[in-house]
C-alpha cells in the first residue's frame, strides 16, 4: 500500500486526513501502479466523489424509527466509522431481509435531497486532471445516475460509464460490467471508494482498489483492507496515477 497527499484543505474530516498521514507506508503489491498501467479509473460516489456522510447522518435516526433498528447517537459515529458495513448491520440489529428495504428508501431520500449534494473540494480538478491524463472514468454507486450527474453538473461529461443503482454488496457486478464497456481487463481497472465494502467488490471483480482517506469508513480501517493507495486528498490521485508508471498510455 501507498499513502498518498498530504492535507485536506476542506475535502472530508481532518481526523480522516490525521489517519491517513499516519499509516505506513508498505513494500508495492502486484496490484499497485508500479506493476499495472491502468486504463479505468471507477470511482465510487458516496463519500468518495460527494460528501454525503453529513447528510447520512441526518437521516439515519429517522430510517432507524422507520424501519426499526437501534439509534445511533451522535458519540457513535467516529467509532462506527471503523466498522465494515456488515459489522454495522450487526451492531444496528439489521437483518438481511430489511437491507433492501432500507436501501430503496434511503436512495429515495437522496433523490429528495440530491439538490443539497456538493463534491468535497478538489474532486472536479482531479477528475479533469486523469481524463487529460488519458484514462477512462467511470462511476460505480448505489446512488441513482441522475443524483450523480446532478451532483457532478460540468464534471459529468468527463465520466464515460454509469453504473448506479448498485445494491449494498452488489458493486462487483457492476465493476466487472464498466470493464466491459471500457473494453479492458479487470486486471487495468482501478477501483476507488472509501468504504471497506469497496475493497471487498474490487476484489470479487479482479481489480485493484484504492482508498480514500475522506469519506465514510476512517482511514485506519481502509489500510486494513490492504489498499494500493490510501490517498489523503483528491489532488494525490492525479499525482500517483498520472505519472509514467500509472499512465495509461
Known amino acids: 500500500m501507498i499513502v498518498t497527499g498530504g492535507g485536506l484543505a476542506e475535502a472530508g474530516p481532518p481526523s480522516s486526513v490525521r489517519g491517513a498521514e499516519s499509516v505506513s507506508a508498505t513494500t508495492p503489491s502486484a496490484t499497485t501502479p508500479e506493476a499495472v498501467s491502468y486504463r479505468l479509473v ?16 441526518a437521516n439515519l435516526n429517522d430510517v ?43 436512495r429515495g431520500l437522496a433523490t429528495r435531497d440530491a439538490g443539497q449534494v456538493r463534491l468535497f473540494a478538489g ?48 458493486k462487483a457486478r457492476h465493476l466487472r460490467a464498466v470493464a466491459r464497456q471500457a473494453g479492458v481487463e479487470p486486471a487495468a481497472m482501478l477501483a476507488v471508494g472509501d468504504e471497506i465494502r469497496d475493497a ?37 490521485v492525479v499525482r500517483a496515477l498520472a505519472d509514467p508508471a500509472g499512465r495509461s498510455y
Open 42 to 57: 471507477a470511482f465510487d460516489f458516496d463519500g468518495t466523489l460527494a460528501d454525503t456522510f453529513p447528510w447520512f447522518c
Open 64 to 106: 432507524a424509527a422507520r424501519y426499526r433498528f437501534r439509534r445511533v447517537e451522535a458519540d457513535e459515529t467516529g467509532w462506527l466509522r471503523a466498522l465494515s458495513a456488515r459489522a454495522i448491520l450487526k451492531d444496528l440489529g439489521i437483518p438481511a431481509w430489511k437491507v433492501p428495504l432500507i436501501a430503496r428508501h434511503m
Open 123 to 170: 474532486v472536479p480538478e482531479m477528475l479533469a486532471g486523469l481524463d487529460a491524463a488519458g484514462f477512462r472514468l467511470a462511476v460505480v454507486s448505489s446512488n441513482g445516475e441522475a443524483n450523480v450527474r446532478r451532483a457532478l453538473g460540468a464534471s459529468a461529461g468527463l465520466i464515460r460509464h454509469y453504473e448506479c443503482g448498485a445494491s449494498l454488496f452488489g
Open 200 to 236: 471487498e467488490a474490487a476484489a470479487q471483480a479482479g481489480c485493484a482498489f484504492a482508498a480514500v482517506a475522506w469519506g465514510y469508513n476512517s482511514p485506519e480501517a481502509l489500510a486494513g483492507a490492504g489498499p494500493a493507495h490510501l490517498f489523503a486528498e483528491p489532488g494525490a
